[in-house]
């Protein structure tokens, strides 16, 4: 990520135990993250390998079943 300034707060050892980010950058992370868990959902969709249903099917079969359930 470039341009992604790196501060830090430390202990008083000079241990670092937090990060400093602009809400600009922490906005572009949060994005950034979303995306990767979106990606990463569809892949272990995907490697599933179900059987793949047109919507219009699926509503059919779910209101079909609806008409059915007692």
Do not use: F, N
């Not at 430390?10 to 400093?20: F, L, N, Q, S, Y």
């Not at 994005?31 to 919507?55: C, G, N, P, S, T």
């Amino acid at each position: 990520m470039s341009g992604l300034k790196e501060r830090y707060l430390t202990d008083e050892h000079g241990t670092k135990v937090a990060v400093i980010l602009s809400l600009e950058e922490y906005e572009r992370l949060l994005e950034a993250w979303e995306e990767l868990e979106a990606i990463q959902a569809y892949d272990a969709a995907k490697a599933l390998e179900d059987e793949v249903v047109a919507l219009e099917a699926a509503i059919a079969e779910i209101e079909q079943s609806r008409q059915s359930a007692p």
